[in-house]
């Protein structure tokens, strides 16, 4: 019974090593550990046994905490004064120098260090299993030395020179290593076409790389490992220059794994102008604006930054025309605009609202808010209850949305505060912008690791600033380079490490932590749906590779406004910097012919200017539109996998087309959902800008693109309804009254989005 136990023990053991995830590691030991003192109690090992049980409650806790330090000293407290109680010999307390050991392991709450632990685990238990003369525990005990090895190799990549690489890949790679020199520099990973997957830094070029081709790796780093198959190297003379470098190379080259300089966004700023009629307007690019006009900002919520302009253009009679017009417009008779076109407007008042309006988005709001407080009462003694209401609204804004937390700092410099937390191989990084000694807004980013911490969060920041406006004064946490960064940036960046600015940069690590706590479930369950889907769509069509994924659909309206539009996708996540829309030269109802066309823009183009090609090109019609792709890809000597999606009746994927089969899709399956999404991306965007288009035409132009209706029809429906907007709002009975039904229905189905 004993060695059933014992082997039972073994196995669940075993499978803990495999599997990838923290949790599922210390669930699988949980339950091991519970055959495992069974196992004990009927050798007669009570060490054992009561050391397995203390084992088994401290990976149930440790699965779910996450006050590590806490626990981590209660358990080692815990096995040591078991160990004195129970203390017998030197080899009886083995168990628990070993549960100790583990313990400190556990609490870093990595994978890898789970796995290279479990070694020296087994071995310290190997000598108690000596001791207490258990062939079945010393055999049980090699046996999962040796898995645990097996498991290293296979899952944390310990050798990037692995049973995927022939010798030659891995003769060609040490070679290249011992040649690399202890210099700073930059350093690019290739994949086996040759295309660059990863572009970093490093103080010392061979450590860095030596640590890729010879080191332990989980997550994202192990996948971008497991594609090297050359690298390059550029020696510099400055740990700057080498940043400097390192963004360059990751704008030109675009490379897959470097995805937080690539999905970056830009935020709004409030611009007043300096101009003689000032203007408040929202910009994107504040580094190209004049120097003299005053911007606010960042605004992560693009929205307030719209209310916050339409707030203050409501209080405020600013300019609002561009350009100006020749007579008073509407904005003037009510109240609104002082009418500058027409109007000279005194220059003490102009300046007198340009100081308010500074004020108030500096964060006074005191004078904004005491103008509305007169205009509420004022309309309410008027009796205008919905105006005062109006106002109330606009008040509320200011006092819930507005009002900022203040910060324990005397001086009012414009600074920014960025803060980090890791875990499973995410790292969180967490902004706050000062301004006016208050925290104006904040910013946050979950990011794959793939570098080490300071390198990624060194670069991040950097790359921050290209489309942004300096602050005064950056604070960053300990494992940052500042001197770098102040050489880069060229401001003042510190590493507080006491006094308020310290507490500021604790506040925004544990505003980090919080939202890397909160989303880690959803983003692993989200990129472990998105991988599977890819991979298993890579297997359905028996591909060596599945990274770039192009997508094509068409729209127009009864052959007119003829458009295409091409969406991107990069390992199952859109690549929103590689869309693309397409003008379509003729206007006529062939699907066939805009196909044609779309494909060999898109291909042309490719090759003319060496882009990069997609694995899988994915196009939204049955075989007519693969086949006329495939000509028109032919045509161009280009070999890539062609699929299309093919519909059922109710006008919903259900299969996918290859040149020469279908392959049903389970409609429950991940694969499914994938392409649903894809489906839906190119299709919305394909159909928006289709509207952009018809927009830009008059209205009277839907009209003569109808079939059905002339120039007679065009009078007769204008002369009752007088405009095509009050068309629009028509039944289709109604309508019958002038046109035949189906002529009716196609209008208003054009009208429907407009």
Excluded at 57 to 82: A, E, G, P, W
Excluded at 557 to 586: A, E, H, Q, W
Aim: hydrophobic residues 40%; positive net charge.
């Amino acid at each position: 019974m004993a060695h059933a136990l014992g082997f039972v023990y073994t196995l669940f053991l075993i499978l803990a090593n495999f599997r990838k995830k923290f949790s599922q590691i210390l669930i699988f030991q949980t339950i091991s550990f519970f055959f495992k003192g069974l196992h004990y109690l009927l050798l007669g090992g009570l060490s054992g046994f009561w050391s397995s049980n203390i084992s088994m409650v401290r990976n149930l806790i440790f699965s779910k905490t996450k006050n590590n330090k806490f626990f981590l000293f209660l358990f080692i407290f815990v096995y040591v004064v078991f160990g004195i109680l129970s203390y017998n010999d030197f080899c009886s307390i083995l168990p628990l120098f070993a549960s100790v050991f583990y313990t400190v392991i556990i609490s870093f709450k990595k994978p890898k260090y789970l796995r290279s632990g479990m070694i020296i685990n087994c071995l310290l238990w190997l000598i108690y299993n000596i001791y207490i003369l258990s062939i079945a525990g010393i055999i049980t005990q090699f046996l999962v030395i040796v898995m645990t090895f097996i498991s290293i190799i296979k899952l944390d990549k310990r050798l990037y020179l692995n049973y995927n690489s022939g010798s030659e890949v891995r003769r060609m790679i040490q070679e290249k290593l011992n040649l690399v020199p202890h210099l700073p520099g930059c350093y690019l990973m290739k994949n086996e076409i040759g295309t660059i997957i990863y572009v970093g830094k490093a103080k010392d070029l061979k450590n860095r790389l030596n640590s890729y081709f010879h080191s332990s790796h989980t997550g994202k780093t192990a996948k971008l490992v497991s594609e090297i198959r050359d690298f390059e190297y550029i020696v510099v003379s400055s740990e700057t220059e080498s940043l400097i470098l390192e963004l360059n190379l990751i704008k030109k080259h675009d490379p897959k794994y470097n995805i937080l300089l690539r999905d970056d966004k830009t935020y709004p700023y409030i611009e007043l102008t300096n101009d003689k009629v000032l203007r408040l307007q929202i910009v994107r690019q504040p580094h190209l604006k004049k120097k003299n006009t005053h911007l606010f900002g960042p605004y992560p919520n693009a929205g307030a930054a719209k209310k916050t302009v339409n707030l203050l253009n409501r209080i405020y009679p600013l300019r609002k025309c561009t350009p100006y017009n020749k007579r008073t417009c509407l904005y003037y008779h009510i109240g609104q605009c002082l009418g500058y076109c027409t109007h000279n407007v005194p220059l003490e008042k102009v300046e007198s609202m340009k100081k308010d309006i500074i004020r108030f988005l500096k964060g006074d709001h005191e004078l904004v808010t005491k103008k509305i407080l007169e205009e509420i009462d004022y309309e309410s003694m008027q009796m205008h209850y919905e105006k005062a209401l109006e106002l109330k609204e606009l008040l509320d804004y200011i006092n819930i949305t507005l009002v900022k937390q203040k910060v324990e700092i005397a001086d009012e410099l414009d600074r920014d505060i960025f803060g980090y937390y890791t875990d499973n191989n995410y790292l969180s990084i967490f902004v706050f912008f000062v301004r006016s000694s208050k925290i104006a807004q904040h910013h946050h980013v979950i990011i794959p690791l793939i570098d080490e911490v300071p390198e990624e969060l060194t670069r991040y920041i950097a790359k921050f600033y290209d489309n942004k406006i300096l602050p005064k004064e950056i604070l960053v946490p300990k494992v940052v380079d500042d001197k770098l960064l102040e050489s880069y940036l060229n401001v003042n960046v510190k590493k507080p490490v006491k006094g308020v600015k310290k507490k500021l940069i604790d506040m925004a690590n544990n505003n980090a932590q919080r939202e890397l706590s909160e989303k880690i479930t959803l983003l692993l369950r989200n990129e472990e749906k998105i991988s599977g889907a890819n991979e298993e769509l890579r297997k359905i069509l028996h591909m060596n590779k599945l990274h770039r994924i192009e997508l094509f659909d068409n729209a127009h309206l009864f052959g007119s406004y003829n458009v295409s539009g091409m969406v991107v996708f990069k390992d199952g996540k859109p690549s929103k910097n590689d869309y693309r829309k397409y003008k379509i030269s003729t206007d006529k109802n062939d699907d066939y012919g805009t196909m044609r066309e779309v494909i060999y823009r898109r291909y042309f183009r490719v090759l003319k200017d060496n882009l990069e090609r997609p694995d899988l090109i994915i196009v939204d019609g049955g075989i007519g539109q693969i086949h006329v792709a495939k000509e028109v890809l032919d045509s161009l000597n280009m070999d890539i996998m062609l699929v299309g999606l093919k519909k059922d009746d109710k006008h919903q994927t259900n299969a996918l087309l290859t040149i020469d089969k279908e392959i049903e899709i389970e409609k429950r399956s991940d694969l499914f959902h994938y392409l649903e999404r894809m489906q839906d991306e190119v299709h919305n965007f394909t159909i928006n800008y289709h509207k952009q288009i018809r927009s830009k035409g008059a209205y009277a132009s839907i009209l003569d693109n109808i079939p059905g209706i002339g120039e007679k029809r065009q009078k007769a429906l204008l002369k009752k309804y007088k405009s095509v907007s009050n068309i629009k709002k028509q039944t289709s009975l109604e309508l019958q009254s002038i046109l035949p039904k189906e002529v009716a229905d196609n209008l208003l189905e054009a009208l429907k989005d407009i």
